[in-house]
């Protein structure tokens, strides 16, 4: 059987379970539910647990083994003067026994390969004979020892609930475990980095230009890698985009939740919200085609000297992207804020301003910066509107005129195209990407340390 | 039982003949009858006078034609099961209402003489003369001092920094909190303990000397010892102010107030004199909540 039959066999295997153990402790005490310790559907379950859980590890287990043992067995059995090759000879190898296999295969001239790709095909036939004789087996085995469990005292209950509660702890862990894969994987790339390119000069360094020769023989610069001005773009972007979203966000939430009517907030805040849901791609050809040359003519009618990608350009935009970031977190927060206060300075006399002014937002304020930070780290992390506003020039400048380039942009522009994995110039964008992580988290965490200690005080 | 299948009929009665809720100008005599509320409605010193209140939220009325006087000086005290409007009926008094988006208020309610509800009337001013006290403590997220601060820095009251410190010391300790947080003055409001808050919310209340005093149940939140160190404070502010306070307990109404006036289903039943009232309630629904049959 192949595999997609194996798990349709085993989720029927596992629904006759359910039934056969539901069935079993209605007839242990003929039919008296009340007799039972827990109701019948959870014995159902238990024993569809003892069915469904040892058949679907072994399944996963032997599709994360077979490919390596098959493919060790079959190089075993290889000619002498095939074989001693390691590495990358050896997968190489593999592939092409397998494309032949397929009959895709291009190098299907060399009989010692045909046969190996025959002898690789028989393999896959006996593996896939034995993985469906264990899994029925241990369908057997487990339905047999689940049924004879259930008895009138059987705490069938206790027992499906923990099972459902070590699943949702596996399905949790899932999320961890990748972001941990991610923090890794860019960590050993950036440590192969910074073994050729000290860190000092990275961090510090003032000249960004990673051009390098590939080939020792060639002409080339040997690059630069000084990420300040890289650092340098991306916080004038961000503070450009910040300049713009947390007034225009701040306020629009407040006259969303202090003055507008029920009926003009149910209509306002999900359209604000569209903005969110906006593709940044779309917001990446708006301020490069409309939002940058229009800047540039302006500046240029005012005599100001303007590159046809400027920070300004692509920080306004990406401003107004994060508006509803600002507004609708804000929203939230002042809204949080209990009607007592509201109410305790109405009954003083205070005016609906004076009591947004010196009441409403001195109490939502922790939680609005907590909003604020989190924008913040998602501007940093941007990529789609710089990378089409911006520019590339790497320039260590504060003019907002002029073309910057962020560490996204240069991420993007480092990995795109032919690649070796081995030069500084494509390790670089590894650097950039754990500096950037870093310091993102940091925000995240301070956002959420400030909005957890702001809950606090009033639930 | 019998008594509110009575007043059940009485006011699906009245409510066929009710009259339309007449917008009353300021200085117009008042010589009719109050309705089927038993008691002495008028006071001979009024402060505040309301003549024929209905509260509606949305399409439901939650008070029914209530008329009631307040006297200068006097603590009045509003009882009645819970649901019986007397909250609503007190938040009318300075306006409250207006924040909640539905509530609509007929009749007149006047302070000495100015009708509140006149559209002309301001608000702002308004407030600053009738203060309120909530359920909840609700100190400002602000240090004590800025709390007591917070009224006559809105309302100008002060001309420097002395004076406003003037102000601050003389609330706290009419409110019987200065001996406490004397020395904390720039500690958080919401630092202090309930009854403090409580004393707290006074003193921001009597900041901005108003002249009229509103309580919604100012002790429900609080311990006995705190309840009886305000119960002691508003015996004290009755000499400078009015104070109307609504109650759930019986035995505070009977220590606090000169006068009870007893609510159920948005009708004021009875009011008058506090003794009377707990001794001698001249009508049926009185005699059953104060005995303790219902409520």
Redesign the interface.
């Known amino acids: 059987m192949d595999k997609p039959t194996l798990l349709l066999l085993i989720l029927v295997l596992t629904t006759a379970g359910y039934y056969f153990g539901r069935k079993r402790s209605l007839d242990i005490v003929s039919g008296k539910v009340q007799e039972l310790h827990s109701l019948p559907s959870y014995y159902g379950y238990y024993l569809a647990m003892w069915v469904g859980v040892p058949t679907l590890l072994l399944l996963l287990i032997w599709l994360g083994f077979e490919g390596a043992v098959l493919s060790r067995l079959v190089v075993a059995d290889l000619p002498g003067e095939l074989q001693g090759d390691s590495g990358e000879r050896a997968a190489l190898l593999i592939n092409e026994i397998r494309n032949t296999m397929a009959g895709a295969g291009s190098g299907s001239g060399d009989p010692s390969i045909q046969a190996a790709a025959n002898h690789y095909r028989h393999l896959q036939a006996v593996s896939d004979w034995l993985l469906s004789l264990g899994v029925i087996a241990l369908a057997a085995l487990g339905g047999w020892f689940g049924h004879r469990q259930i008895e009138v005292e059987q705490r069938a209950r206790n027992k499906v609930e923990k099972g459902t509660m070590v699943f949702l702890i596996a399905c949790s862990t899932i999320a961890i475990f990748t972001t941990v894969g991610i923090v890794l994987s860019v960590v050993f790339e950036s440590v192969l980095f910074f073994q050729k390119v000290p860190v000092t000069d990275f961090l510090f360094g003032l000249r960004w230009s990673p051009q390098m020769a590939i080939r020792a023989d060639q002409v080339g610069s040997s690059g630069a890698f000084g990420a300040v001005p890289l650092f340098t773009g991306t916080l004038l972007i961000s503070f450009i985009a910040m300049v713009v979203a947390v007034p225009i966000g701040l306020m629009s939430a407040i006259y969303l939740a202090e003055y507008a009517?029920?009926r003009v907030r149910t209509v306002a805040k999900p359209l604000l919200e569209i903005l969110a849901g906006v593709p940044t791609v779309v917001y990446g050809f708006f301020a490069a085609l409309t939002v940058a040359p229009y800047i540039r003519d302006l500046g240029q009618s005012l005599g100001l000297d303007v590159s046809s990608e400027s920070a300004l350009a692509a920080g306004l935009v990406m401003g107004v992207m994060i508006i509803p970031f600002v507004s609708s977190l804000s929203d939230d927060f002042i809204n949080a804020v209990?009607q007592?206060?509201?109410?305790?300075?109405?009954?003083?006399?205070?005016?609906q301003s004076?009591t947004i002014r010196?009441?409403i937002i001195?109490?939502a304020l922790p939680g609005i910066v907590g909003g604020i930070l989190l924008a913040v780290s998602r501007a940093i992390g941007e990529t789609m509107i710089v990378v089409m506003a911006a520019g590339l020039s790497a320039n260590l400048t504060a003019n907002p005129l002029a073309a910057v380039t962020t560490v996204t942009t240069q991420i993007v522009t480092l990995l795109v195209g032919d690649q070796e994995f081995d030069s500084p110039k494509t390790l670089a964008a590894f650097a950039l990407g754990l500096v950037l992580f870093l310091v993102t988290l940091m925000l995240n965490i301070a956002a959420l340390m400030i909005v957890r200690k702001y809950r606090e005080?009033y639930e | 039982m019998n008594s509110l299948l009575e007043l059940k009929t009485a006011m699906r009665d009245e409510r066929t003949e009710v009259k339309p809720a007449k917008r009353l100008g300021t200085n117009v005599s008042f010589d009719r009858d109050y309705g089927d509320t038993v008691g002495e409605v008028t006071a001979s010193n009024a402060r505040m006078v309301c003549r024929d209140v209905n509260v509606f939220y949305g399409p439901k009325q939650a008070i029914h034609g209530v008329n009631l006087d307040i006297g200068r000086n006097e603590v009045i005290a509003l009882i009645g099961p819970s649901g019986c409007g007397k909250s609503t009926f007190i938040r009318c008094l300075?306006r409250?209402n207006d924040?909640i988006?539905g509530c609509r208020v007929t009749g007149s309610i006047q302070l000495d003489g100015q009708d509140i509800y006149d559209p002309q009337m301001d608000?702002?001013?308004?407030?600053?003369q009738i203060?309120?006290v909530?359920q909840?403590p609700?100190?400002?997220?602000?240090s004590i001092y800025e709390n007591v601060a917070?009224?006559p820095r809105?309302?100008g009251l002060t001309q420097n920094k002395a004076e406003l410190e003037e102000v601050v010391e003389n609330s706290l300790r009419r409110a019987g909190l200065w001996d406490e947080v004397k020395d904390s003055l720039d500690q958080p409001g919401?630092s202090l303990s309930g009854g403090q808050q409580q004393r707290l919310?006074i003193a921001?209340?009597i900041a901005?000397n108003p002249e009229v005093i509103l309580m919604d149940e100012p002790c429900s939140a609080l311990d006995p010892i705190a309840t009886a160190r305000i119960e002691q404070l508003i015996d004290e502010l009755r000499m400078q102010f009015t104070i109307a306070i609504v109650t759930h307990s019986m035995q505070q109404a009977a220590r606090v107030s000169q006068r009870t006036a007893y609510f159920h289903l948005g009708k004021l039943i009875e009011v008058g004199e506090t003794a009377q009232v707990f001794t001698n309630p001249r009508h049926q629904l009185t005699e059953d909540y104060i005995t303790g049959r219902f409520g």
């Open positions: 009517s029920p209990p007592s206060l509201r109410d305790g300075a109405y009954a003083l006399g205070a005016t004076e010196q009441v001195p109490a005080q | 300075n409250m924040t988006v608000v702002v001013p308004l407030r600053a203060g309120m909530f909840k609700n100190p400002f997220p602000k917070y009224g809105i309302h919401t919310c921001r209340t901005v």
